[in-house]
């Protein structure tokens, strides 16, 4: 049984009891647009240029972790997803004081994939359209906070253009309802969260706020993504670079 710190179970809380009142009498296993991110087609982006490494890493922050982190746990040439903190200091970057809100760490993803399998720009096609909502300002789902902000940290020039050129894109074809607010953040130091934070879709997939907030962007990303998804996830806990 995970231990749930103090915070934790706080920021979780009102998903939990609302449960019950939220699912479907029928049975149904998970909610869709209206308690998760209303996943959707976009188009890929037009500036994408190969990579000539054999294994790239990206950094992306939308909202909770648990989602974003399952998500691309299940896209095919991702090597390693981590769930962390990014944006703030190292000696803040643990879960209670990021949840503050005062550190200015959002909580993100370092995801490790091979480039000759999956682009940049497909991983950020991904993390736009199933991942989270790019419009939403501080906040994803029931939670808010600058911690929660979506937000790209490029490790790179060529990443960061790359981003740049895929937001202006999908702004001026109107892929969304509303203006996209994601920040693009270069030279930002990426800090891997505690363990009880890792592999947690896959840990605890009963757990109410994964059902009714990230089960349902894993099965956008198998719908939408089927060429991409991958049934079994890369875990933490088994992944090998």
Not at 31 to 51: G, M, N, Q, W
Not at 109 to 125: A, M, N, W
Request: glycine residues 6%.
């Amino acid at each position: 049984m995970i231990r749930m710190p103090n915070i934790f179970r706080a920021r979780r809380l009102c998903v939990t009891l609302l449960l019950p009142a939220l699912l479907f009498v029928a049975g149904v296993t998970f909610l869709s647009a209206s308690s998760a991110e209303e996943a959707r087609t976009i188009p890929a982006p037009a500036v994408d240029p190969p990579s000539t490494t054999g294994s790239e890493v990206a950094v992306l922050a939308g909202g909770c972790f648990w989602g974003v982190q399952g998500v691309f746990q299940h896209v095919e040439g991702i090597r390693n997803a981590i769930s962390g903190y990014s944006g703030g200091d190292q000696e803040t970057a643990d879960y209670e004081r990021v949840s503050s809100g005062t550190t200015n760490h959002a909580e993100s993803v370092q995801v490790t994939f091979d480039p000759r399998k999956i682009s940049y720009g497909r991983i950020l096609q991904i993390y736009f359209s199933v991942a989270h909502d790019p419009t939403q300002l501080n906040r994803q789902g029931p939670d808010t906070g600058t911690q929660y902000r979506s937000a790209i940290f490029p490790i790179s020039d060529e990443q960061a253009a790359t981003a740049k050129a895929y937001i202006a894109q999908l702004d001026q074809a109107h892929a969304f309802d509303g203006p996209i607010v994601t920040r693009i953040e270069p030279s930002r130091s990426f800090y891997p969260a505690e363990a009880d934070h890792q592999d947690f879709l896959t840990r605890h997939p009963t757990y109410p706020y994964i059902v009714i907030n990230d089960l349902p962007k894993v099965a956008a990303l198998k719908r939408l993504f089927p060429d991409l998804y991958r049934a079994e996830p890369v875990l933490v806990s088994s992944a090998s670079n």
